[in-house]
């Protein structure tokens, strides 16, 4: 798998510290949901740096996108969200990865549960479900820390108001803003078990963010009786950045 | 800021891009035998530690150091002493 440069054809705020780039590739073989690449930056005296970032785009979007947050103290995210500008090249390579995917042919309902950022992968997953007309059943458990540090919020609603079987719940851990509806706290067992199928029906079940909240979610789902082997999880934290 | 241990601690899919640069093939989905308790478990389930000189892998079940893995210089150097097999699709990749 080779590097190569993508041109970053536009970029769209998605949060005050998260920016999605959309970028040309030439060379794109096609990705599947939940898929990254590695980006890697070099400095004029030759110093290389790699981060892995996750694909946000479903397969069938005419362009890659990859959604970036910016760690104040990273080496490659605060290029990436806020100084890279359209036009720019990006060096990567991918995609990368084939344990953390979900295909629309799978017929499980499906249970994503994120923190933070860790929605991106399973933003792939959605638009891929969104673009075949999937109708199976999804839920979306999604932390952030309030009401602006939601990543798609816009694009969520839309989606889950089509009414074919995606339903998103929120649960925002700082602050709220007057009147939200939605949980107030970490994700916790309670929570998991209003908002995740009965263990019966045998979902597939995807957990992707920072490793506390991804380790606490995924022990509370196997103590709450769902099969350990249909969880995945993925874990990031800052060497992200 | 203090970083915790655990905000250090990954998992196999962050090492997805070093692995395929070894193997040339996907080996996140690829299944490892643990040295230590003979547990099978995919590559993307295993504990990551990225804060090493290099990529230390442990088994989620026991804790054993199944990999070790430094990449500098030009080389490889690559310690698979704790991971008892390794079984991938040939189509993978």
């Given at each position: 798998m080779r590097w190569q440069f993508g041109t970053v054809h536009e970029l769209v705020r998605e949060t005050p510290r998260v920016s999605s780039l959309v970028l040309d590739a030439a060379d794109w073989s096609g990705h599947l949901a939940g898929q990254h690449v590695d980006v890697r930056l070099t400095a004029d005296d030759g110093y290389q740096t790699e981060r892995s970032y996750s694909i946000?785009?479903?397969?069938?979007?005419?362009r890659l996108e990859i959604t970036v947050e910016r760690l104040d103290d990273g080496e490659v995210s605060p290029y990436l969200v806020g100084e890279v500008r359209p036009g720019d090249k990006i060096e990567f390579r991918g995609?990368?990865?084939?344990?953390f995917v979900w295909k629309a042919s799978d017929d499980r309902p499906l249970l994503l549960v994120a923190g933070g950022s860790g929605v991106v992968p399973l933003m792939a997953m959605i638009r891929h479900r969104a673009a075949l007309r999937s109708m199976t059943p999804t839920r979306l458990l999604y932390s952030s820390r309030s009401e602006e540090d939601i990543i798609y919020r816009a694009e969520l609603e839309r989606l889950s108001a089509l009414g074919d079987g995606l339903t998103v719940a929120h649960t925002l851990t700082r602050s709220r803003p007057p009147g939200w509806s939605g949980y107030t706290r970490r994700i916790d067992r309670a929570m998991l078990e209003e908002v995740a199928w009965p263990k019966v029906q045998n979902p597939i079940i995807f957990v992707c963010g920072p490793t506390p909240l991804v380790e606490g979610v995924a022990r509370n789902l196997v103590d709450a009786g769902?099969?350990?082997?249909?969880i995945k999880t993925e874990r990031f934290g800052p060497t992200g950045g | 800021m203090t970083v915790q241990q655990s905000d250090l601690k990954l998992d196999g899919n962050a090492i997805a891009g070093l692995l395929r640069e070894i193997f040339t093939m996907e080996m996140t989905t690829a299944e490892g035998t643990c040295a230590g308790c003979h547990k099978v478990h995919a590559v993307g389930q295993v504990e990551v530690y990225m804060n090493a000189p290099g990529v230390v892998v442990r088994c989620?079940?026991?804790?054993?150091?199944q990999m070790r893995i430094v990449k500098g210089g030009g080389r490889y150097w690559l310690d698979?002493?704790?991971?008892?097999s390794l079984q991938f699709s040939a189509e993978s990749g």
């Open positions: 946000g785009s479903a397969p069938e979007a005419m995609p990368i990865g084939g344990y769902f099969d350990a082997a249909s | 989620p079940a026991c804790g054993n150091v698979l002493s704790g991971i008892r």
